[in-house]
């Protein structure tokens, strides 16, 4: 056909953009639109290029580590190790005013470097730590915001299925972007933690300290408790990540180890059963399908996008926008925003990495540093509605007793979203927060 680009440009952005109106999940949606597109233009070959571009995916090594990181971050959620987290660390900061929150952010955070995906830490966090914020007073907002921020840490501090994801398709070594995210991912949640902590002090109604009694423990058998708490997931997590920093190991053989070590803390902790693995192991290839199904749709629609040359056409207005490289740095990061209040994150990786990858060599940015600015902008479409999956998880997993409406979340986050553009500016005005330790990686 003879259509120009631009106009299958427009046509192919809004057909998907009415697909998502109708309730199909996204995948459907991409993989139809690639094929109502594809045949016009590719006729009999449209088949063959969508099998090759998923065929090509799927045998992707790399990805064998979102499974294994799955099920690693599955089975230490049974072990119970962010309960016993949050009781210790309930002893140690329930007297600050603010302090729950504050340990959910913790809590949340040592989560992220263990779980990697958002599912199991927000809802951890929301079962643990919201009864015990709103018994004692806490204002709804402040603690489900609390519990979808620190819960969102878990896609981006590593192990991360989301940099598992983006490496393979921005040709980036995953490792590298492993220990790129590792400071940002702390920026925030220090960000995160210092608001809390000035809000409670400016508002003392809204997160008031626990009462003395109940902190009145030992400070030895305190001390004793946070390091049997804290100690095994830090040690785990420093074997599975410091073989991917010494260059023993990569990320994939990295993982089967991390599961492994996980299955053994499980033992450790008295928790482990047949029926633990194989809730864990069904979860998991349910979970693996879901990304797997999504990325190879989204990796169809943006085989058949960069075939008719839609790509040139959002590398050409991105390009020609005043302001040089920081004007169309802005508009790439300003286009991830936005897309991530209708879209999952693994259909924007899929779609837009390809076509932004490109634009970031363009202009010379350092390709980790660029990679990670986009994945700390993803935390944003996690708390971001319509779609803000953290939002869902909070109120599905909220106890209907306590009373949480989804006002109520929608209302706490806000802060928080903000706090990660915060984040943004500061990882471009001090890059170094992103590119330090993949400099000190040993290859």
């Known amino acids: 056909m003879t259509l120009s680009p631009e106009f299958v440009t427009v046509v192919m952005l809004g057909a998907v953009v009415i697909g998502l109106f109708t309730g199909f999940p996204i995948a459907f949606i991409l993989g139809t639109a690639a094929l109502l597109f594809g045949l016009p233009f590719f006729g009999e070959q449209i088949g063959k290029l969508i099998y090759q571009r998923v065929w090509n995916l799927l045998l992707n090594y790399t990805l064998l580590a979102v499974p294994l990181f799955i099920f690693m971050g599955l089975v230490l959620e049974r072990s119970g190790i962010a309960e016993r987290l949050y009781d210790v660390l309930y002893l140690w900061l329930g007297r600050v005013r603010g302090g729950l929150g504050i340990v959910t952010i913790v809590v949340g955070t040592v989560l992220a470097a263990t779980v990697g995906t958002i599912s199991a830490s927000v809802t951890m966090l929301a079962l643990v730590g919201l009864p015990s914020m709103l018994k004692r007073g806490y204002d709804k907002g402040l603690a489900t ?25 921005a040709q980036i ?61 830090v040690l785990l997590v420093m074997a599975v990540l410091g073989t991917i920093f010494l260059g023993v190991a990569p990320p994939t053989e990295a993982a089967s180890v991390g599961a492994f070590a996980a299955v053994l803390l499980t033992l450790a902790y008295r928790k482990f059963s047949w029926k633990v693995i194989q809730e864990c192991a069904l979860f998991t290839m349910q979970t693996s399908a879901f990304i797997f199904l999504m990325a190879t749709m989204s990796f169809a629609f943006t085989g058949v996008f960069i075939g008719v040359g839609g790509d040139d056409v959002v590398k050409g207005l991105i390009l020609g926008t005043a302001g040089g490289k920081w004007g169309a740095f802005f508009i ?24 932004i990858t490109p634009i970031a060599a363009a202009y010379g940015f350092d390709p980790v540093w660029f990679a990670i600015m986009v994945c700390v902008n993803l935390q944003t479409a996690f708390m971001t509605p319509p779609f803000a999956p953290a939002i869902f998880l909070v109120k599905g997993a909220a106890d209907p007793s306590l ?41």
């Open 403 to 443: 009373g949480v409406t989804m006002s109520d979340i929608i209302r706490g986050i806000w802060p928080f979203v903000f706090l990660v553009l915060v984040g943004m500016v500061l990882c471009v005005a001090f890059p170094e927060i992103i590119l330090w330790l993949p400099q000190k990686m040993i290859k």
């Open 332 to 355: 790439v990061m300003f286009l991830v925003f936005i897309l991530g209040f209708f879209l999952d994150w693994i259909g924007i990786v899929f779609i837009m990495v390809p076509i």
């Open 145 to 169: 915001g609390a519990i979808c921020a620190g819960g969102c840490l878990g896609i981006l501090i590593p192990p991360s299925v989301m940099l598992v994801l983006y490496g393979p398709m």
């Open 173 to 233: 070594s995953v490792g590298k972007l492993f220990f790129g995210a590792f400071m940002p991912g702390f920026l925030l949640s220090f960000l995160y933690i210092l608001y809390i902590a000035i809000r409670a002090a400016l508002e003392p109604q809204i997160g008031p300290p626990i009462p003395a009694e109940e902190t009145r423990v030992p400070f030895m058998k305190k001390t004793r408790m946070l390091m049997t708490a804290l100690v095994p997931p």
